[in-house]
């Protein structure tokens, strides 16, 4: 029964079991040996005299730099920096091997050298516009480049220039060129406005023009004659005194019609 008992103390005590996360991955290191196999989530046994698991995340990191950039003109550029990148799982073994744990040092050291050839042929400005992307895609192809020669198995994903502080003086500058920029945009939206305002105008003057045209071609001395027996008519309808001068051609009330039979009475 002794003998049973230490046989099973002897084997719990030379076995161990690793727990491996989603996210992770682990390989078991023997006498400094690393498996070729790479273990996923689960459990894993081993011998802890002569073995240990080795885990790592093979989730997306974020390494966080602040660095000062060198520019085509010489000036240094001050940019907080973000280095994506992650583990690809089945590979781990040769990151260990070639790298070690501290492998992220090795990343680091990869983007200094990287960024410094990039920014080094581009002016501090384009730090600073519509060219950041592409400096960003540059420092990253060339990071790629310089890491696979030291070890495979490390997936860089992108790398971020955040938060670009330009020297006083040229920050000034491009502050008064962009306001420039943006102060002729806005008077070329005004000229727009009043040319098209202007547009409106004469477009409107021509089609009184037009109406004009065609009312006076419309308007024939027998229509003219009729419109004036009309209004003369109703004119002769109202029953308040009225003065009427006209050329002779056309019809002539003086007064009412009381004022018309005092007329006739006093020629009788």
């Known amino acids: 029964m002794k003998k049973i008992s230490l ?6 005590v030379c076995t161990s079991c690793a727990v491996i996360r989603p996210g992770e991955v682990g390989i078991k290191q023997t006498l400094g040996k690393f498996s070729n196999k ?7 046994l081993y011998n802890p005299i002569t073995s240990k698991v080795v885990k790592e995340s093979t989730q997306t990191k974020n390494i966080k730099l602040v ?18 990148h992650r583990l690809e799982g089945d590979k781990v073994a040769s990151v260990l091997k070639n790298l070690g744990p501290d492998y992220e040092n090795v990343i680091t050291s990869v983007f200094r050298s990287a960024a410094s050839d990039v920014c080094a042929q581009f002016f501090a400005k384009d730090m600073h516009s519509g060219m950041r992307a592409n400096i960003e895609k540059a420092i ?7 890491l696979e020669k030291q070890a495979d198995g490390i997936e860089l994903i992108a790398v971020l220039m955040k938060r670009i502080q330009l020297p006083r003086g040229l920050a000034n500058s491009v502050e008064r060129k962009l306001q420039a920029e943006q102060d002729a945009m806005r008077m070329e939206f005004v000229l727009k406005q009043e040319k098209l305002e202007a547009e409106r105008k004469i477009i409107n003057a021509k089609g009184e023009r ?15 004659r009729i419109k004036a027996i009309e209004a003369f008519r109703e004119l002769a309808r109202s029953q308040n005194a009225k ?26």
Request: net charge negative; charged share 25%.
């Open 67 to 84: 660095l000062s950039l060198p520019s085509k003109e010489g000036l240094s550029v001050n940019s907080e920096i973000s280095i994506l």
């Open 210 to 224: 037009d109406a004009q045209l065609i009312i006076a071609e419309g308007l024939t001395s027998g229509i003219i």
């Open 243 to 268: 003065v009427i001068i006209t050329d002779g051609k056309t019809p002539l009330i003086v007064g009412n019609e009381t004022d018309a039979k005092a007329e006739d009475s006093k020629q009788k």
């Open 38 to 44: 790479v273990q996923t989530e689960g459990t894993v």
């Open 7 to 12: 046989l099973v103390l002897s084997a719990v």
């Open 140 to 146: 990253l192809e060339k990071m790629k480049i310089n």
